[in-house]
């Protein structure tokens, strides 16, 4: 038989692909889900059992949590990431690692297939099949909801003639869940003025009283909540739990898609907000003045090409080197004290801060130069503008 690596989260576009694929293509279907956070040991297996079900020859559950962080999040915790300045990525970086994942396993059985349930409307298409030409043109790519452009009920219909008696219901809401944060769409997201109301979003207020806590860094990395060294993955799961009791990084997105058309969509990433937050105020006592300049375009431009499935273009590893170079001073301690719905940064402790000079301190006091050093400074700094200024006749 034809052998044939699915994309399979256990949706209803996925199912579809299964049964479809199986039954009427005779495609051998390999079911593979990948694990970039969020998914229970339970969730994983009803998952497997419901591909199962469905007819896949196998099922496999790839754990990229780790790779997930050294691949990816750690570039975007590194950059201070955030698109058009609010949303971390959540869902689009993390697209990135599952396509790679899914290509090399289909290498690894020796498919000549390989599917998807992506539609022909959103980013993720795009994402995936660049991914997949680019680590395999070899392997030819189906996609039979986007090729047949069927809806959510032809869908339904199609899974029960053939004997599939699941709850498709539709949710009201979309949710997303992942390492670096959950996405939330509804009907709410398809207008421009509407809010997702409080109980869209997976977690719920829970904790009310102020909570102080520290976030340790090490060369750029988080290496400890609480002065608790773990993992950096970790500590982001750990920070996750903890945050998210009190409703911590709700917002909004309003975006360009790689297709052209705006999106919108509501997200929840209380240790990617927090993360962010704490990291870029420790950069700022310790990096110097052209670091930051310079760091944040090519952040910009790291997200934006991340966001849009570039990847693996080899710019990317151009900006992940500067990047990465720029961190070799930004180790320290962050306070942070958490409170319903925000958070508020308190301050750091580092040995590399540049705050705490002996060469003077800002508005006080200076024991590096003279006052006659100041005023030739001044004079001279000034003089492009005052030659301009005192030369050119203005209409």
């Known amino acids: 038989m034809k052998k044939l690596v699915l994309a399979y989260s256990g949706g209803l576009d996925t199912s579809y692909c299964a049964v ?17 956070g969020g998914f229970s040991e339970k969730e994983i297996k009803n998952i497997e059992t419901k591909a199962y079900e469905l007819g896949v020859k196998t099922y496999k559950n790839i ?14 915790i590194y950059g ?5 300045n609010t949303y971390p990525l959540s869902v689009s970086a993390e697209r990135i690692i599952q396509a790679i ?10 498919a000549k297939y390989i599917a998807h349930g992506s539609t022909g ?9 660049l991914i997949f030409n680019t680590l395999a043109p070899e392997i030819e790519i189906i996609t039979p909801i986007r090729d047949q452009k069927l809806s959510r009920q032809e869908e339904i219909e199609y899974l029960q003639s053939h004997g599939v008696d699941m709850k498709w219901e539709k949710a009201k809401y979309s949710i997303n869940k992942g390492l670096w944060g959950t996405s939330v769409g509804g009907d709410e997201t398809l207008t421009s003025h509407l809010p997702l109301p409080n109980e869209a979003y997976p977690s719920q207020l829970e904790a009310t009283s102020e909570q102080t806590i520290s976030i340790t860094f090490k060369n750029g990395e988080p290496i400890a909540l609480n002065k608790q060294i773990s993992k950096p993955a970790v500590v982001i799961e750990q920070l996750n739990e903890l945050a ?16 052209g058309i705006k999106g919108r969509v509501g997200f929840e990433a209380p240790a ?11 950069e700022k006592h310790n990096l110097t003045k052209w670091q930051l300049q310079h760091k944040d375009y090519v952040a910009n431009w790291y997200g934006t090409h991340l966001h849009e499935g570039l990847y693996l273009d080899p710019v990317m590893r151009d900006l992940e080197a500067l990047l990465s170079s720029s961190q070799k001073q930004v180790s320290g301690e962050v306070f942070i004290t958490l409170k319903p719905y925000h ?25 590096a130069w003279t006052a006659e050093d100041a005023k030739g400074f001044i004079n001279i700094y000034g003089n492009q503008t005052k030659i301009y200024q005192n030369t050119v006749h203005h209409d």
């Not at 754990?63 to 975007?76: D, F, G, M």
């Not at 998210?244 to 790689?258: E, F, L, M, Q």
């Not at 958070?343 to 200076?366: A, H, V």
């Open 343 to 367: 958070f508020s940064l308190d301050g750091i402790n580092s040995k590399n801060d540049l705050l705490q000079s002996k060469f003077g301190s800002y508005g006080e006091m200076n024991n």
């Open 101 to 110: 994942e899914i290509i090399n396993y289909a290498k690894s059985i020796d």
């Open 272 to 282: 990617a907000i927090i993360l962010i937050k704490a990291h870029h105020l420790l």
């Open 63 to 76: 754990n990229a949590i780790s790779n997930y962080y050294e691949k990816v999040i750690k570039y975007l």
């Open 20 to 36: 479809h694929l199986t039954k009427d293509k005779g495609f051998e279907v390999h079911a593979v889900s990948v694990n970039t």
């Open 80 to 84: 201070n990431v955030l698109k058009n």
């Open 244 to 259: 998210s009791k009190y409703a911590i990084g709700r917002d909004i997105h309003v975006g360009d898609t790689i297709l």
């Open 121 to 129: 409307a959103g980013n993720d298409q795009v994402r995936f099949d």
